[in-house]
């Protein structure tokens, strides 16, 4: 019936699209949109805005859905390229809001920094993809320079979490590329061992703070540890089932704050409980998952590598916002993803998971062509 309802162009589109994802994202989106009207007590147009920024991001994602994998391949070094040169941009003409300098005005502010969420990638997967693997040391030598460039530059923004995920991202490739468990387990010794030098010498003093908040929560609880604090108490006093929706005590009396961005998944646990958050996790899990799933689909080794590689950053960061929630983590700003308020981040999600069903689509040409 839905042949009849739509046009062949627009048909053919959503038959290249991966109908299951499609499904699972759109549900998530619908909760998301439920839960920021009650985090922003009822501020539809908050909520309006919101439903635009995912209509954006659902028409990037149909439009990278149809891309081939040799074009998004000869894209790899010039978005690349063109991102390293916004951010030594930003960090000499950069435009300053909160304490940070993340953003170019060109009309409007944009942020570089989340163009590289997905240019990291999709260079390291386009330089492993030139190359026989699994990977010889000095090629995994030059992957990680091509990572850690950019991480150090937004760094210095400086924005301590999407320097995280980013680099993450091409961590991520550089292991399905076949990286040997003895770099791994030297890499985890390394960072180790780094990480009280980092702590004394790499940190901002409120970053500090906020490691010291996570190793003693009861330090500053009125000051860096309040976050924490309250997000923990909204979680616990849903319980089970929850206080209903638009009931949630600790949002509404304005106790959490953030509560429509980093912290909204303590808004969810206050007002749907244990259960409900199990099944939004389920329903993250099922998403990861299924991208995990088209990823070995793909058709070469950069596809599979940069699929992979999206689908597990995308669990990094429901892993890194609900252990940062929960107090299992430092406050880092990283949004839940899909479920935050912001339309960078949605936008540039999307366009990911585009990108992924787009692996599948070129398997099945592969196939019928075979």
């Known amino acids: 019936m839905i042949n009849y309802l739509l046009p062949d162009w627009l048909l053919k589109i959503f038959q290249k699209v991966d109908a299951v994802l499609l499904a699972a994202l759109s549900l998530l989106a619908f909760a998301a949109l439920v839960t920021l009207f009650s985090a922003s007590d009822g501020n539809i147009d908050q909520v309006y805005r919101q439903g635009i920024h995912f209509l954006l991001g659902l028409a990037l994602m149909l439009i990278f859905s149809q891309i081939q994998s040799k074009t998004l391949r000869q894209w790899s070094i010039w978005l690349y390229t063109g991102g390293l040169v916004l951010l030594v941009l930003v960090l000499m003409i950069g435009v300053e809001k909160k304490g940070a300098t993340r953003w170019l005005n060109v009309g409007v502010h944009i942020q570089p920094a989340e163009i590289m969420k997905l240019a990291v990638p999709m260079m390291v997967a386009y330089y492993f993809s030139e190359k026989s693997l699994p990977p010889r040391f000095i090629d995994i030598v030059v992957a990680l320079v091509l990572v850690f460039v950019p991480m150090l530059l937004i760094m210095k923004q400086p924005d301590l979490g999407t320097s995280i995920l980013i680099a993450t991202s091409g961590f991520f490739v550089i292991y399905l590329a076949g990286m040997s468990w003895w770099l791994i387990g030297s890499a985890v010794a390394l960072v180790s061992i780094a990480a009280p030098l980092m702590y004394q010498f790499g940190m901002h003093d409120y970053q500090r703070k906020r490691v010291d908040v996570l190793l003693n929560p009861e330090s500053d609880i009125l000051g860096t540890?309040?976050?924490?604090?309250?997000?923990?108490?909204?979680?616990?006093?849903?319980?089970?089932?929850?206080?209903?929706?638009?009931?949630?005590?600790?949002?509404?009396?304005?106790?959490?704050?953030?509560?429509?961005?980093?912290?909204?998944?303590?808004?969810?646990?206050?007002?749907?409980?244990?259960?409900?958050?199990?099944?939004?996790?389920?329903?993250?899990?099922?998403?990861?998952?299924?991208?995990?799933?088209?990823?070995?689909?793909?058709?070469?080794?950069?596809?599979?590598?940069?699929?992979?590689?999206?689908?597990?950053?995308?669990?990094?960061?429901?892993?890194?916002?609900?252990?940062?929630?929960?107090?299992?983590?430092?406050?880092?700003?990283?949004?839940?993803?899909l479920f935050s308020y912001g339309g960078t981040s949605v936008v540039t999600l999307m366009t990911a998971f585009g990108i992924i069903m787009g692996m599948k689509r070129r398997k099945r040409i592969y196939q019928q062509e075979g």
């Open 225 to 337: 540890g309040y976050h924490i604090s309250q997000s923990k108490i909204a979680i616990g006093s849903g319980g089970v089932y929850g206080k209903g929706w638009l009931n949630g005590d600790q949002s509404h009396l304005d106790f959490l704050p953030e509560q429509h961005t980093d912290f909204i998944f303590a808004v969810f646990g206050e007002e749907f409980g244990l259960a409900g958050n199990v099944l939004l996790i389920a329903l993250y899990v099922f998403i990861i998952w299924r991208g995990l799933y088209i990823a070995t689909k793909g058709e070469d080794s950069f596809a599979r590598l940069l699929a992979g590689s999206l689908s597990l950053t995308f669990f990094f960061y429901l892993f890194v916002n609900t252990g940062m929630v929960t107090g299992l983590l430092p406050v880092v700003g990283v949004p839940l993803p």
